[in-house]
């Protein structure tokens, strides 16, 4: 496996690894997470429960969806030795959806650092599997 093509399949691991890090600790904590981002209820409210209770499943769900897409980055990366050229296609499409995550953790983020490595890593995913190396191992038809 080339360089390239190596790099690409380890940066497919810890991007996947990571979000599914961030996955897990939304189903986990999906009360205290929506508790933190709807707030508490007052005084007047005469319902039992709280608006963070309310909307926990909305914050479980996004967790769950979350796992779903590093799951499809880490199965991609670990088809990488097959050479197919679908699964080019696929690790295109996983930075495609790196980069629309990233768009999503922007809106939530307030470490601005820390969004834009995962904006760097987002980019190094839709570029590598365009290198002319990656093409050739794949067998991806296009310049060489």
Known sequence: MPAP????RVLMMVVGGLQAILG?????????IATSLWGEADASTPCCRTPGEAHAGTVAFVGILI??????GILTA???PTRHPNVRNSA?????????????????????ILVLIWLAMA??????????????????????
């Open 67 to 72: 796992l779903a897409i590093a799951a499809w």
């Open 24 to 32: 897990l600790a939304l189903v986990t904590n999906s009360v205290s």
């Open 123 to 144: 980019i190094l995913l839709i570029v590598r599997p365009n290198q002319p190396e990656c093409r050739g191992w794949f067998g991806a038809p296009g310049r060489l």
């Open 5 to 8: 093509v190596s790099s690409l």
């Open 92 to 112: 295109i499409a996983y930075g495609w959806m790196t980069l629309a995550f990233t768009i999503f953790l922007w809106a939530f983020m307030t470490v601005l």
């Open 78 to 80: 670990l088809k990488f």
